[in-house]
């Protein structure tokens, strides 16, 4: 049966700081390394070895694929890289103090920014200290100035079904270590969750998440391997 594992990277920097991250490169806490390092380990411990990953353009999902390999006696795997993988992008958000914002605009405001399905955060604007334009790893790329999570899922499920079905449909365990809201396009794609309940599905840093599907790559369970 195919098999895909999705982690979500571990802690961040910005996680720990409770900052809006987004496309903005952030770098693992010693924590979040812990926490890659783990998720290999339950992998191996588990038997539950990939033979093909997936990762966004951004540090810490690549690092936290790449720990995780690591401890599971995997690093020779195929690997790819793709920014349809990124997390979304929060526009002019990026980079402020979650509780300050929710000070300054109020926690209503900043809770529709955060978890509406099709609103989005106000646009980064041009020449802000966070504008991607320079970055090389984007060169040739449209980046996006904001995005919601409805704006997220129009980019991961295509590059989903052009790159990652095809290599469950050929027998592949594929592993993807990416972001909270680029996870959260697949499993609410998988486990055909709805607009309205897919905003409050939470995906913990560094924690496996196992799908069995079959052979048309309908899901037949979904469980954490922690919890196997």
């Known amino acids: 049966m195919p098999r895909l594992i999705l982690v979500r990277h571990g802690q961040s920097q910005w996680n720990l700081e409770n900052r809006f991250t987004g496309w903005w490169d952030v770098d693992l806490t010693a924590k979040g390394e812990e926490e890659a390092r783990a998720a290999g380990a339950l992998l191996k411990a588990k038997g539950m070895l990939p033979t093909l990953a997936f990762t966004s353009l951004q540090t810490r999902a690549i690092r936290t694929l790449h720990l995780a390999l690591e401890a599971a006696g995997r690093v020779w795997i195929p690997e790819t890289k793709d920014w349809r993988l990124n997390e979304r992008h929060y526009g002019g ?22 978890r509406s399905f099709d609103i989005p955060p106000p646009v980064l604007e041009d020449g802000s200290a966070f504008d991607l334009k320079a970055d090389p790893r984007y060169a040739g790329i449209a980046i996006p ?18 790159a990652i079905a095809p290599a469950l449909k050929a027998g592949e365990v594929v592993l993807v270590a990416a972001h909270g809201n680029s996870l959260r396009a697949l499993v609410k794609h998988l486990s055909g969750i709805s607009d309205a309940d897919i905003t409050g599905l939470e995906i913990p840093t560094g924690q496996p998440i196992v799908y069995e599907l079959d052979d048309t790559l309908t899901a037949l369970e979904r469980y954490y391997l922690s919890e196997r």
């Open 145 to 162: 100035s904001t995005e919601s999570l409805k704006d997220t899922i129009a980019r991961v499920l295509p590059y989903y079904e052009a």
């Open 93 to 114: 958000l990026t980079g402020l103090d979650k509780a300050e914002t929710a000070a300054k605009h109020g926690d209503e405001q900043v809770k529709i920014w955060r």
